[in-house]
Protein backbone atom coordinates (compact mmCIF):
# COMPACT_ATOMS: atom_id res chain seq x y z
CA UNK A 1 0.00 0.00 0.00
CA UNK A 2 1.02 3.40 0.33
CA UNK A 3 1.95 5.36 3.89
CA UNK A 4 4.23 7.76 5.06
CA UNK A 5 5.08 8.19 8.00
CA UNK A 6 6.58 11.21 10.04
CA UNK A 7 6.65 12.56 13.74
CA UNK A 8 3.83 14.31 15.14
CA UNK A 9 5.32 17.29 16.64
CA UNK A 10 9.24 18.18 17.58
CA UNK A 11 10.57 20.73 19.81
CA UNK A 12 13.90 22.65 19.17
CA UNK A 13 16.11 25.89 20.23
CA UNK A 14 16.04 29.04 18.85
CA UNK A 15 19.58 28.68 16.85
CA UNK A 16 19.77 24.62 17.16
CA UNK A 17 19.54 22.39 14.28
CA UNK A 18 16.34 20.19 13.57
CA UNK A 19 16.15 17.29 11.56
CA UNK A 20 12.50 16.09 10.40
CA UNK A 21 12.25 12.69 9.38
CA UNK A 22 10.30 10.69 6.92
CA UNK A 23 9.86 7.33 5.25
CA UNK A 24 7.01 5.98 2.85
CA UNK A 25 6.28 3.25 1.08
CA UNK A 26 4.57 3.54 -2.28
CA UNK A 27 5.11 1.41 -5.53
CA UNK A 28 5.45 3.88 -7.77
CA UNK A 29 7.89 6.55 -6.17
CA UNK A 30 8.40 9.78 -8.72
CA UNK A 31 9.73 12.53 -6.25
CA UNK A 32 9.31 13.23 -2.52
CA UNK A 33 8.39 17.28 -1.94
CA UNK A 34 8.63 18.96 1.65
CA UNK A 35 6.01 21.89 2.19
CA UNK A 36 6.34 24.08 4.90
CA UNK A 37 2.64 25.09 6.58
CA UNK A 38 1.60 28.17 9.26
CA UNK A 39 -1.26 27.69 11.37
CA UNK A 40 -4.43 28.85 9.38
CA UNK A 41 -1.87 29.65 6.47
CA UNK A 42 -1.98 27.49 3.00
CA UNK A 43 1.27 25.57 2.68
CA UNK A 44 4.62 26.54 0.88
CA UNK A 45 7.06 24.59 -1.26
CA UNK A 46 9.95 23.80 0.68
CA UNK A 47 11.75 21.38 -1.76
CA UNK A 48 11.64 18.40 -4.39
CA UNK A 49 13.80 15.16 -4.13
CA UNK A 50 13.62 13.19 -6.79
CA UNK A 51 17.12 11.44 -6.78
CA UNK A 52 19.11 10.27 -3.94
CA UNK A 53 21.36 12.88 -2.05
CA UNK A 54 21.15 16.31 -0.56
CA UNK A 55 19.20 19.63 -2.00
CA UNK A 56 20.29 22.44 -0.45
CA UNK A 57 18.59 25.67 0.08
CA UNK A 58 19.40 28.18 2.24
CA UNK A 59 18.49 27.09 5.56
CA UNK A 60 16.84 24.22 4.79
CA UNK A 61 18.24 20.88 3.33
CA UNK A 62 16.59 17.83 2.20
CA UNK A 63 17.81 14.49 1.69
CA UNK A 64 15.97 11.08 -0.13
CA UNK A 65 17.10 7.75 -0.24
CA UNK A 66 14.92 6.12 -2.44
CA UNK A 67 16.26 2.41 -2.06
CA UNK A 68 15.77 3.15 2.18
CA UNK A 69 12.04 4.89 1.57
CA UNK A 70 14.02 7.62 3.60
CA UNK A 71 13.71 11.52 3.61
CA UNK A 72 14.73 14.59 6.13
CA UNK A 73 14.18 18.10 6.03
CA UNK A 74 17.24 19.40 7.57
CA UNK A 75 16.74 23.11 9.76
CA UNK A 76 19.67 25.06 10.28
CA UNK A 77 20.23 28.23 12.55
CA UNK A 78 16.31 27.89 13.93
CA UNK A 79 14.17 30.93 13.89
CA UNK A 80 10.63 31.20 15.79
CA UNK A 81 9.55 32.21 12.56
CA UNK A 82 10.01 28.20 11.55
CA UNK A 83 7.08 27.23 14.27
CA UNK A 84 4.72 25.55 11.73
CA UNK A 85 3.95 22.51 10.37
CA UNK A 86 6.11 20.08 7.84
CA UNK A 87 4.31 17.94 5.57
CA UNK A 88 6.31 15.37 3.28
CA UNK A 89 4.42 14.27 0.45
CA UNK A 90 5.55 12.10 -2.35
CA UNK A 91 4.08 11.77 -5.67
CA UNK A 92 3.04 8.33 -7.06
CA UNK A 93 2.91 7.13 -10.08
CA UNK A 94 0.58 4.37 -11.31
CA UNK A 95 -0.33 3.96 -14.98
CA UNK A 96 1.08 6.94 -16.87
CA UNK A 97 -1.11 9.08 -13.23
CA UNK A 98 0.21 10.35 -10.83
CA UNK A 99 -1.45 10.81 -6.88
CA UNK A 100 -0.07 13.02 -4.46
CA UNK A 101 0.17 11.60 -0.94
CA UNK A 102 0.88 13.50 2.39
CA UNK A 103 2.02 12.47 5.80
CA UNK A 104 -0.32 14.23 8.95
CA UNK A 105 2.65 16.42 9.28
CA UNK A 106 5.42 16.97 11.71
CA UNK A 107 4.52 20.41 14.07
CA UNK A 108 7.44 21.94 15.20
CA UNK A 109 7.78 24.13 18.29
CA UNK A 110 11.02 26.63 18.04
CA UNK A 111 11.67 27.78 21.86
CA UNK A 112 13.39 30.68 22.93
CA UNK B 1 2.09 39.03 -10.16
CA UNK B 2 -1.29 37.85 -8.24
CA UNK B 3 -1.02 34.68 -6.00
CA UNK B 4 -3.38 31.84 -6.29
CA UNK B 5 -7.20 32.79 -5.47
CA UNK B 6 -10.13 30.60 -3.81
CA UNK B 7 -13.98 31.96 -3.45
CA UNK B 8 -15.40 31.80 -1.31
CA UNK B 9 -13.07 31.58 2.32
CA UNK B 10 -15.94 30.81 4.01
CA UNK B 11 -19.23 28.55 3.35
CA UNK B 12 -21.77 26.61 5.56
CA UNK B 13 -23.86 24.21 4.06
CA UNK B 14 -26.67 21.55 5.08
CA UNK B 15 -26.15 17.86 4.50
CA UNK B 16 -27.24 16.80 1.62
CA UNK B 17 -26.40 20.23 -0.22
CA UNK B 18 -24.42 20.18 -2.90
CA UNK B 19 -21.23 22.91 -3.35
CA UNK B 20 -19.33 24.76 -5.90
CA UNK B 21 -15.61 26.10 -4.91
CA UNK B 22 -13.58 28.01 -7.35
CA UNK B 23 -10.06 28.54 -7.90
CA UNK B 24 -8.15 31.13 -10.25
CA UNK B 25 -4.60 30.01 -10.43
CA UNK B 26 -1.46 32.24 -11.22
CA UNK B 27 -1.67 33.60 -14.34
CA UNK B 28 0.41 30.92 -16.96
CA UNK B 29 0.19 28.25 -14.75
CA UNK B 30 -1.82 25.78 -16.45
CA UNK B 31 -2.14 22.83 -13.71
CA UNK B 32 -4.57 23.12 -10.70
CA UNK B 33 -4.75 20.63 -8.16
CA UNK B 34 -7.15 20.55 -5.43
CA UNK B 35 -7.13 18.97 -1.86
CA UNK B 36 -9.28 18.14 1.22
CA UNK B 37 -7.33 18.87 4.91
CA UNK B 38 -8.80 17.43 8.16
CA UNK B 39 -7.00 17.93 10.99
CA UNK B 40 -7.81 13.70 11.85
CA UNK B 41 -6.20 12.88 8.10
CA UNK B 42 -3.69 15.66 6.63
CA UNK B 43 -3.82 17.00 3.43
CA UNK B 44 -5.71 14.14 0.80
CA UNK B 45 -5.32 14.78 -3.07
CA UNK B 46 -8.48 14.92 -4.89
CA UNK B 47 -7.54 15.95 -8.67
CA UNK B 48 -5.03 17.31 -10.64
CA UNK B 49 -6.31 19.32 -13.69
CA UNK B 50 -4.05 20.56 -16.88
CA UNK B 51 -5.56 22.37 -19.66
CA UNK B 52 -8.92 21.50 -18.77
CA UNK B 53 -8.27 17.73 -18.56
CA UNK B 54 -8.43 15.57 -15.19
CA UNK B 55 -4.88 14.71 -15.60
CA UNK B 56 -4.90 12.57 -12.23
CA UNK B 57 -6.97 11.30 -9.49
CA UNK B 58 -7.01 10.94 -5.77
CA UNK B 59 -9.28 8.24 -3.87
CA UNK B 60 -12.38 10.09 -3.15
CA UNK B 61 -15.86 9.35 -3.64
CA UNK B 62 -17.77 10.38 -6.97
CA UNK B 63 -19.66 13.41 -5.55
CA UNK B 64 -16.46 15.25 -5.31
CA UNK B 65 -15.87 16.22 -9.26
CA UNK B 66 -13.97 19.69 -10.71
CA UNK B 67 -13.62 20.89 -14.09
CA UNK B 68 -11.27 23.30 -15.66
CA UNK B 69 -11.77 26.24 -17.82
CA UNK B 70 -9.82 27.72 -20.89
CA UNK B 71 -8.72 30.53 -18.89
CA UNK B 72 -7.40 27.98 -16.29
CA UNK B 73 -9.48 29.06 -13.74
CA UNK B 74 -10.94 25.34 -11.88
CA UNK B 75 -13.98 24.65 -10.15
CA UNK B 76 -14.47 21.54 -7.55
CA UNK B 77 -17.85 20.44 -7.05
CA UNK B 78 -19.20 18.39 -4.07
CA UNK B 79 -22.81 16.72 -4.29
CA UNK B 80 -24.65 15.46 -1.81
CA UNK B 81 -22.73 16.93 1.42
CA UNK B 82 -22.02 14.51 3.79
CA UNK B 83 -20.85 16.09 7.67
CA UNK B 84 -17.48 14.11 6.84
CA UNK B 85 -16.95 16.52 4.13
CA UNK B 86 -16.35 19.78 6.07
CA UNK B 87 -12.97 20.47 5.73
CA UNK B 88 -10.38 23.22 4.76
CA UNK B 89 -10.06 22.60 0.81
CA UNK B 90 -6.95 23.90 -0.98
CA UNK B 91 -6.16 24.19 -4.56
CA UNK B 92 -2.70 24.27 -5.94
CA UNK B 93 -1.62 25.93 -8.93
CA UNK B 94 1.82 25.07 -10.91
CA UNK B 95 3.06 25.52 -14.53
CA UNK B 96 2.22 21.65 -14.85
CA UNK B 97 5.06 20.80 -17.03
CA UNK B 98 8.11 18.42 -16.48
CA UNK B 99 10.99 19.88 -14.01
CA UNK B 100 8.46 22.42 -12.91
CA UNK B 101 7.38 21.35 -9.80
CA UNK B 102 6.70 23.79 -7.53
CA UNK B 103 2.93 24.23 -6.67
CA UNK B 104 1.59 27.49 -4.81
CA UNK B 105 -1.43 27.48 -2.62
CA UNK B 106 -4.53 29.42 -2.22
CA UNK B 107 -5.58 29.97 1.15
CA UNK B 108 -8.49 27.66 1.19
CA UNK B 109 -12.33 27.70 1.28
CA UNK B 110 -13.16 26.41 4.33
CA UNK B 111 -16.19 24.10 4.35
CA UNK B 112 -18.93 23.14 7.04
CA UNK B 113 -21.36 20.85 7.05
CA UNK B 114 -24.26 21.15 9.39
Known amino acids: GQNIDQPTEMTATEGAIVQINCTYQ??????LFWYQQHAGEAPTFLSY????GLEEKGRFSSFLSRSKGYSYLLLKELQMKDSASYLC?????????????FGTGTRLKVLA | KAGVTQTPRYLIKTRGQQVTLSCSPI?????VSWYQQTPGQGLQFLFE???????NKGNFPGRFSGRQFSNSRSEMNVSTLELGDSALYLC?????????????FGQGTRLTVV
Open chain 2, 92 to 104: ASSPGITGEVEAF
Open chain 1, 26 to 31: TSGFNG
Open chain 1, 49 to 52: NVLD
Open chain 1, 89 to 101: AVRDSNSGTYKYI
Open chain 2, 27 to 31: SGHRS
Open chain 2, 49 to 55: YFSETQR
